[in-house]
């Protein structure tokens, strides 16, 4: 289980392993060996825990450390859970209020809330509770599903010779951009990210937009912003990749009254039919 607030760009970038889910933003579960795990953890500063089971995977992680990981076994997870802090539930969905609630009745532990049943636990915790029932009494999962990532549009360009120039950039920039753009079609985007190739060298940025990406002006203004993020141009780049991704479909208001602006396009189409057969008729008459 990785915690991490850049579940996007993770998902995007990861080659360790395509079985895998990302629940929730910030969460992703996967299945990985320790050594792994070890690795992804300081290469990405984030908390992992490493159990047989999803829901001690996600505890683990929980009370782990950026950069760290946390392995429970299966003989110390009964012993894990008995003593676990309540506060850490909080990050099961556990809100604040009801924190302070069981504290009032002298739970401190998660194992003295485990001491209830279930009817009790959903009862007194209402919605909170009955998502918190697979982390303290089962059944615990252990398959996960197949990754299948978000759709993407993309668009490359190759240069004969690195450039560095930065109107030869925000040319292609502009191409690539046009390029993009058409595949939206009528979605938008609101993710955007250059790859700049220096020397064989891979240099990668990603930028949210305040606003859905559109048109080919807005894409360019943002791309040069984050080709700048990439600190690549000094260095000559020899090939630029603009992707668009985290893809949407605008909606579109209606008019408030439809059948009224159509009646008030068609009196117009009459009106210009009748000026058109007054000016015939007249020039008829003065013929």
């Known amino acids: 289980m990785l915690s991490t607030k850049g579940t996007d760009r993770f998902l995007g970038s990861t080659s360790l392993t395509c079985v895998l889910e990302s629940p929730a933003q910030g969460r992703v579960l996967m ?3 320790p050594s792994d795990a070890a690795q992804l953890a300081e290469s990405y500063r984030v908390r992992v825990g490493l159990a047989e089971s999803v829901e001690i995977a996600v505890i ?3 009370i782990s450390s950026p950069g760290r990981v946390r392995r429970i076994d299966p003989d110390r997870q009964e012993l894990l859970l ?10 099961l ?13 002298g739970i401190e532990q998660v194992g003295q809330l485990r001491a209830w049943k279930k009817p009790q636990v959903t009862a007194y915790l209402g919605p909170e509770g009955k998502g918190l029932l697979s982390y303290l009494f089962g059944p615990h999962r252990t398959q996960l599903g197949r990754y299948s990532p978000a759709p993407r549009i993309s668009a490359q360009l190759e240069f004969d010779n690195s450039v560095s120039e930065p109107g030869e950039l925000q040319q292609a920039l502009e191409e690539l951009a046009s390029q ?5 079609g009528s979605r938008a985007a609101s993710r955007l990210t250059v790859v700049a190739l220096s020397h064989s060298l891979e240099l990668k940025a990603t930028r949210i937009a305040k606003a859905p990406l559109r048109y080919v002006g807005e ?4 791309s040069l912003l984050t080709l700048d993020d990439t600190h690549a141009p000094p260095l000559g780049i020899d090939a630029l990749t603009l992707e668009l991704s985290g893809l949407s479909r605008p909606a579109k208001q209606g008019a408030l009254w439809p059948h009224k602006e159509r009646l008030e396009l068609e009196s117009g189409h009459v009106v210009e039919v009748y ?3 007054e000016s015939w008729v007249l020039s008829r008459i003065s013929d």
């Open 219 to 222: 894409i360019t203004c943002l």
């Open 93 to 105: 969905g556990l809100s604040a209020g009801t924190l302070e609630r069981l504290t009032w009745l």
């Open 31 to 33: 299945k990985l060996e």
């Open 180 to 184: 993009v753009a058409v595949k939206l």
């Open 60 to 62: 683990a992680a929980l």
């Open 82 to 91: 008995g003593a676990l802090p309540l506060y850490v539930l909080k990050g």
């Open 275 to 277: 000026r058109s057969l």
